[in-house]
């Protein structure tokens, strides 16, 4: 492709597919559902009902830059409810049976109408978090909906409910006004009837009330009981909160998931029953003796995988469809910005001490997003920064100037890094300067996989040391090869399975060729893992490799030992041309002392890990001397971790060859893309 089409992709907006919206038979159908809906809050047949809802509540983090790594599972409850109602409109969740799991330390308290269903379709106007989210947004099915509200017939497809198959035809339906509080998405109306059956749908910026929220995506399904009335079934609720200080890839995510059932009917409930909360929760002694079927593990992964498989990422991307070129996030459009703490101060050997800031801007249909960032070295007197332009979170075009690791992957926690490499002189990288531009394309492929294209032009240059640690003394850093190089790779990704998972695989392989104008060299690199459960233990399995040709740069070199590989082996005393390693551990849950935080305790367990790792390296680089070597053989590792909280990490390695022992402290991997 040339590059003038490239640059044409990157500038000019994406077109939305054509809708024929308001036609005469959108509001014909539009008008029949809203004096359906307006009947059935009259009927006088349905006096009065009690159902039990059985329900989830999932709090997530999500971590990294692009928000592309699926997210970690902080805590997770499971609620039993007693659900009534009374015409016209008085409703009542009792909590009966509340049961919980902490991951990670949270402090987290869900607003009280999370804790229980969405009862008759929210009436004539929205209401999300007690008001404090979401508050007074149209129905579009209520009445005057076809003077707020755009619709647009869609296709006619089959909703399996538990009595029967019904029919439904999908009514898109944005709003008038883009800048007014309303939803966007599409309303399932029985083809036959008009009955609302589904809803699924996002909501506009404007409808946000909290500054942290990203979006909100909701889920409704109805089902006909008693062959007579149309009433919840299913429900799903998505709530997504971004960091707003500097914006940090940050985020967190609240995910429920209701199943409503045991419905009895006109049993002669009394208004005083009704008075008071509309969600109560009785006494906590009443609750810890519900009748739990199954252990709350067991729970957890029997509604996960569901959970996984219907991720109301598709109501996104459908609300994202009907907008057109209009955003649905409730991002601030400007601000300042940072992928990580590291980049706004960090600390190594050839930088010292240095300090940054990032900016964010956003255009206003979100299509675009603009990050600056900058940085400063006070050791090497040396500025850095990037400025790169993101289009639909697919197309990237970056200008930098950047302080590189050799390795494809950080071997500790940068901001560890930063506190060992200035209080110790122990500085876990080895470091070049690059200058350059480059442009990116990103594509899903499936539900978890991803391929990635990029073209790189820059320069390298090797890097002297100009900072001096607090103690201790720095080890010397490599030269590379200097020179301008271009360079283009296509990685091929699978994604993990993320929360509540107890087997999981992932693997992400890497081409690469490049050259400079008298040489050139291919680079093939992969890695991955795989999660098999053994009982209430688990085995990890982690495995990476690389190979390339004879005229490989340094800086393009594999490496290995010490931390984060062969911790019992010196740091990066092995490398080349070509690597492999294979870590495999045995996870065990470990009774482990609990610690109050906040108004919580952490949970009673930790992870015993013991493992063994293997690896070797071969194909020497003989353009230029380098501090690593080929292996003598395969190297081995014997050791023992210890995980805490999922975050938290020590581990201990016994060099079988070097017969010598290392202890390393360290985060655990999943948040190292936010340190």
């Known amino acids: 492709m040339r590059w003038s089409a490239v640059l044409l992709l990157l500038i000019l907006p994406a077109r939305a597919a054509a809708q024929d919206w308001n036609s005469d038979s959108a509001l014909a159908l539009a008008r029949r559902a809203i004096e359906r809906r307006t009947r059935a809050a009259v009927d006088t047949t349905l006096r009065d009902y009690k159902a039990q809802a059985h329900g989830f509540l999932f709090f997530l983090g999500q971590f990294g830059e692009g928000l592309t790594e699926p997210p970690r599972l902080v805590k997770a409850d499971q609620l039993e409810l007693e659900v009534y109602w009374k015409a016209p409109q008085l409703s009542k969740q009792r909590i009966v049976g509340w049961r919980d799991r902490k991951e990670m330390p949270t402090d987290i308290n869900y607003h009280r109408d999370h804790l229980g269903i969405i009862q008759n379709n929210f009436g004539r106007a929205i209401r999300l978090g007690e008001?404090?989210?979401?508050?007074?947004?149209?129905?579009?099915?209520?009445?005057?909906?076809?003077?707020?509200?755009?619709?647009?017939?869609?296709?006619?497809?089959?909703?399996?409910?538990?009595?029967?198959?019904?029919?439904?035809?999908?009514?898109?339906?944005?709003?008038?006004?883009?800048?007014?509080?309303?939803?966007?998405?599409?309303?399932?109306?029985?083809a036959e009837t008009a009955e609302l059956v589904?809803?699924?749908f996002n909501f506009t910026p404007a409808a946000?009330?909290?500054?942290?929220?990203?979006?909100?995506?909701?889920?409704?399904?109805?089902?006909?009981?008693?062959?007579?009335?149309?009433?919840?079934?299913?429900?799903?609720?998505?709530?997504?909160?971004?960091?707003?200080w500097l914006e940090l890839p940050l985020r967190g995510i609240i995910r429920g998931r209701w199943e409503i059932d045991n419905y009895v009917f006109n049993v002669g409930?009394?208004?005083?029953?009704?008075?008071?909360?509309?969600?109560?929760?009785?006494?906590?002694?009443?609750?810890?003796?519900?009748?739990?079927?199954?252990p709350l593990s067991d729970a957890i992964q029997d509604i996960a995988e569901p959970v996984r498989q219907n991720d109301l990422e598709r109501v996104r991307a459908e609300a994202s469809r009907i907008a057109g070129r209009r955003?649905?996030?409730?991002?601030?459009?400007?601000?300042?910005?940072?992928?990580?703490?590291?980049?706004?101060?960090?600390?190594?050997?050839?930088?010292?001490?240095?300090?940054?800031?990032?900016?964010?801007?956003?255009?206003?249909?979100?299509?675009?997003?603009?990050?600056?960032?900058?940085?400063?070295g006070?050791?090497?007197?040396?500025?850095?920064?990037?400025?790169?332009?993101?289009?639909?979170?697919?197309?990237?075009?970056?200008?930098?100037?950047?302080?590189?690791?050799?390795?494809?992957?950080?071997?500790?926690?940068?901001?560890?890094?930063?506190?060992?490499?200035?209080?110790?002189?122990?500085?876990?990288?080895?470091?070049?300067?690059?200058?350059g531009a480059r442009l990116g394309f990103r594509t899903g492929i499936g539900g978890r996989g991803d391929a990635r294209f990029t073209l790189t032009r820059e320069r390298i240059r090797s890097a002297t040391i100009h900072g001096t640690p607090a103690a201790g003394q720095y080890r010397p850093n490599p030269a590379v090869l200097d020179d301008d190089y271009t360079i283009g790779?296509?990685?091929?990704?699978?994604?993990?399975?993320?929360?509540?998972?107890?087997?999981?695989?992932?693997?992400?392989?890497?081409?690469?060729?490049?050259g400079t104008d008298n040489t050139s060299y291919a680079r093939l690199s992969g890695s991955g893992h795989a999660l098999l459960p053994t009982g209430r233990s688990h085995v990890l399995a982690r495995a990476e490799f690389g190979v390339a040709t004879s005229?490989?740069?340094?800086?393009?070199?594999?490496?290995?030992?010490?931390?984060?590989?062969?911790?019992?082996?010196?740091?990066?005393?092995?490398?080349?041309?070509?690597?492999?390693?294979?870590?495999?551990?045995?996870?065990?849950?470990?009774?482990?002392?609990?610690?109050?935080?906040?108004?919580?305790?952490?949970?009673g367990t930790m992870t015993l890990a013991p493992y063994v790792a293997a690896g070797w390296a071969d194909g020497k680089i003989d353009v230029i001397p380098t501090p690593w070597g080929v292996t003598p053989g395969t190297r081995m590792t014997l050791g023992l971790g210890a995980e805490w909280l999922g975050v938290f990490r020590v581990e201990a390695g016994y060099g079988i060859q070097s017969r010598e022992a290392h202890v390393a402290f360290d985060i655990t991997r999943d948040f190292w893309d936010i340190l």
């Open 131 to 190: 008001g404090d989210e979401v508050r007074d947004v149209p129905h579009p099915l209520a009445p005057g909906g076809t003077d707020l509200y755009d619709f647009a017939l869609n296709d006619t497809t089959t909703i399996v409910l538990p009595q029967r198959a019904v029919r439904v035809v999908a009514l898109r339906v944005r709003p008038k006004n883009m800048a007014e509080p309303a939803i966007v998405g599409t309303l399932f109306v029985d």
């Open 198 to 200: 589904r809803m699924a």
């Open 208 to 244: 946000y009330l909290d500054a942290t929220l990203e979006d909100v995506s909701i889920v409704l399904d109805n089902a006909l009981w008693d062959g007579r009335f149309w009433l919840p079934y299913r429900q799903e609720i998505e709530i997504r909160r971004r960091a707003t």
């Open 269 to 294: 409930l009394v208004n005083s029953w009704f008075t008071g909360d509309e969600i109560t929760i009785t006494p906590k002694r009443e609750r810890d003796a519900f009748p739990w079927p199954n």
């Open 327 to 376: 955003a649905l996030s409730g991002l601030k459009r400007r601000s300042l910005g940072a992928r990580s703490v590291s980049e706004l101060i960090h600390a190594n050997r050839v930088e010292g001490l240095a300090a940054g800031a990032g900016f964010v801007a956003r255009s206003s249909n979100g299509l675009y997003e603009l990050r600056a960032l900058g940085s400063y």
């Open 378 to 435: 006070f050791a090497d007197g040396a500025g850095k920064g990037s400025v790169t332009l993101i289009r639909a979170n697919a197309i990237e075009l970056s200008g930098y100037r950047q302080v590189r690791d050799i390795a494809d992957v950080p071997s500790i926690a940068p901001l560890l890094n930063s506190i060992s490499s200035q209080e110790f002189g122990d500085d876990y990288g080895d470091y070049y300067p690059a200058t």
């Open 489 to 514: 790779a296509v990685t091929l990704r699978r994604r993990s399975e993320g929360f509540a998972v107890r087997r999981d695989v992932a693997a992400e392989l890497t081409l690469e060729a490049g």
């Open 551 to 603: 005229h490989l740069p340094p800086h393009r070199a594999f490496v290995l030992g010490g931390r984060s590989t062969l911790l019992g082996d010196e740091f990066r005393a092995w490398g080349g041309r070509s690597t492999a390693l294979l870590h495999l551990e045995w996870r065990i849950p470990a009774p482990f002392f609990t610690v109050a935080i906040g108004p919580g305790r952490t949970p």
